[in-house]
């Protein structure tokens, strides 16, 4: 199983802080009969969340009463994202399924939840290419102008993103020069060229696209291919990583060296 941003697991949490909330009506408190009549209206993992997160908030500050408010709520919020998700997101790249199986059962009802609600990969890189628009690839010695980004996905099972698992989904042969792997670099120093190239008012732009590539991925890579000079002056170049669903998912461009 694929690793899983934690922004979408805090997303899982906040839309069950919201159902509980509506469920309180005009005065916005929200009493155990009240939540039951939301959670009637739910199913499977989402009406669990919902039930077991308003259960959670009623525990914080032992509330004989049961009736929560906003303040509570979203008191409760800031719990859950930090002792509940952050704190098992130990090196910062997303929750893996090892780190998913140390959450306590809340946390990990909520993982289930957000894997529900997510885009499919296909989804992700439709997005990535709409935030990408005006942008251009104007990096690694290309002579290419204008290059623009275009939405990349590729059906996968994949539980990380290697060399060889990214050749392997791709098809590609080896003993083809034009399609050997030519250079892999980490995102995060492709991303920093790229707000780095662009105009101040594309800035915002680039830092978006970033942003959301590296929440919504996990092992964010850049890869060349076609080996230097024998597979010719063109060379794709493809800014991706596993989305949720398990495919490789991203941005595909072309650079030139002749």
């Known amino acids: ?14 839309w069950a802080a919201a159902q509980i909330i509506e469920a309180g009506g005009r005065d916005k408190i929200t009493s155990r ?17 919902v039930d077991f997160f ?36 130990t090196n910062d790249n997303g929750l893996s399924a090892d780190e998913v199986a140390a959450m306590p059962p809340l946390g990990r009802l909520a993982v289930k939840v957000a894997r529900h609600r997510q885009r499919s990969g296909e989804e992700l890189s439709n997005h990535f290419e709409a935030l990408a628009f005006n942008l251009v690839l104007d990096d690694f010695g290309t002579e290419l102008t204008n290059e623009h980004f275009l939405s990349f996905h590729a059906p996968a099972q994949l539980e990380s993103l290697t060399a060889q698992s990214f050749v392997a989904t791709l098809g590609l042969d080896l003993d083809d020069p034009t399609q050997r792997i030519a250079r892999i670099e980490p995102a995060v120093d492709f991303f920093r060229r790229l707000v780095e190239h662009h105009t101040p008012g594309q800035t915002a732009q680039a830092v978006a696209l970033a942003q959301a590539m590296q929440s919504s991925l996990a092992d964010l890579q850049v890869y060349i291919v076609g080996a230097d000079p024998e ?22 461009a072309r650079v030139r060296w002749s």
């Open 1 to 14: 199983m694929s690793r899983i941003a934690k922004s979408e697991v805090n997303a899982a949490f906040e």
């Open 33 to 49: 009969a009240e939540i039951r009549r939301k959670i009637a209206e739910l199913t499977g993992a989402e009406r669990d969340l």
């Open 54 to 89: 308003y259960r959670f908030i009623v525990r914080q500050d032992g509330n004989p009463s049961e009736r929560v408010d906003r303040g509570d709520v979203e008191k409760a919020l800031v719990t859950a994202r930090e002792q509940l998700v952050a704190a098992f997101d």
């Open 231 to 252: 597979g010719g002056p063109i060379h794709p170049v493809y800014i991706v990583g596993v989305a949720p669903d398990g495919s490789l998912a991203g941005l595909r």
